[in-house]
Every structure is written in structure tokens, then in C-alpha cells.
């Protein structure tokens, strides 16, 4: 039952990256606050800030870069994991193919990723609060336990 424990530690980690990247958020909202007080530049009268050096903006971006440097190790990493707890006996072209079904996988999240361009479009597509590249690793940590479970 050891084998289990990766794969439910990731599924738990993709699950709270939600609430880490909250804390994330929370923290550059702090910072840009205390920034704005102690800040020697001010805007000019009359003028505002541009929409892309706000908060909300900012926010936006740090959730879709935190997914963007993720997705190929988590992907990646669970599918060696996967292949690993696959058994001794399984043909080799069984794993082959189970190889390259997660390198696609990884392929099609990574493109789908930078194809939705703009942050705010790309967080647009959540699914009970999770981003597709969290759920996508999470329901592969699923698949890793149900293979360690049959064998």
C-alpha cells in the first residue's frame, strides 16, 4: 500500500492549489498596497493606472504562470509514476502506449495553455475551482491508484 502514497499526495497537492495560489494572491495584493504608499512615482493628475498593473490583473496572471510551470512536471512525473506501478508482467508495448498517451496528454494541456493566450480567458475554464491543468493531474493520480489497487 506504500506504492499508494505518491499518488495520493499529488492528487491532495493539485487539490489545494486553489488555496495556494489564494495565498499567492493575497500576499502580491499586500505587496502592491505597501508599494503604493512608499512609492516615489506618482500618476500624473487626472490619469489612472493601466488595466494590466492592477491587482485583479496581476492576480489573473500569477494563477495561469503557477499553472503554466506545472503542468509538464506534474504530468509527467505522475505518468513515470504510473508506468512504475504498472506490473512486472504487462507487455511492453501496453506501457509504450501508456507512455505516449500522457506525452499527448502533456502536449494537448501545455498548447491548450499558451493557445487561450490572455490569463483571464484561460482561468475562465474552471471546473469546481480547479484550473484543467489541476484536474487533469489529479484525475491522473486517480488513474495511478487504481492501478496500484488492481494489482
Given at each position: ?14 487539490l ?79 506501457a ?29 475554464r ?26
Amino acid at each position: 500500500m506504500k506504492e499508494l502514497i505518491p499518488f495520493i499526495a499529488a492528487g491532495v497537492m493539485f487539490l489545494m492549489s486553489p488555496i495556494l495560489t489564494r495565498r499567492a494572491k493575497v500576499f502580491i495584493r499586500s505587496w502592491i498596497s505597501s508599494e503604493k504608499g512608499s512609492s516615489q512615482v506618482s500618476p500624473s493628475p487626472g490619469t489612472t493606472t493601466p488595466y494590466y498593473l492592477s491587482p485583479a490583473h496581476i492576480e489573473d496572471y500569477v494563477e495561469f504562470a503557477t499553472d503554466a510551470v506545472q503542468v509538464a512536471p506534474a504530468i509527467t512525473l505522475t505518468g513515470v509514476g504510473i508506468i512504475l506501478a504498472l506490473p512486472d508482467h504487462l507487455a511492453t508495448w501496453i506501457a509504450a502506449a501508456i507512455t505516449v498517451g500522457i506525452s499527448l496528454l502533456l502536449i494537448l494541456a501545455d498548447t491548450g495553455m499558451y493557445l487561450s493566450a490572455r490569463p483571464q480567458k484561460y482561468l475562465r475554464r474552471k471546473v469546481l475551482g480547479l484550473s484543467y491543468v489541476a484536474l487533469g493531474g489529479f484525475f491522473l493520480n486517480v488513474i495511478g491508484v487504481v492501478i496500484v489497487l488492481l494489482q
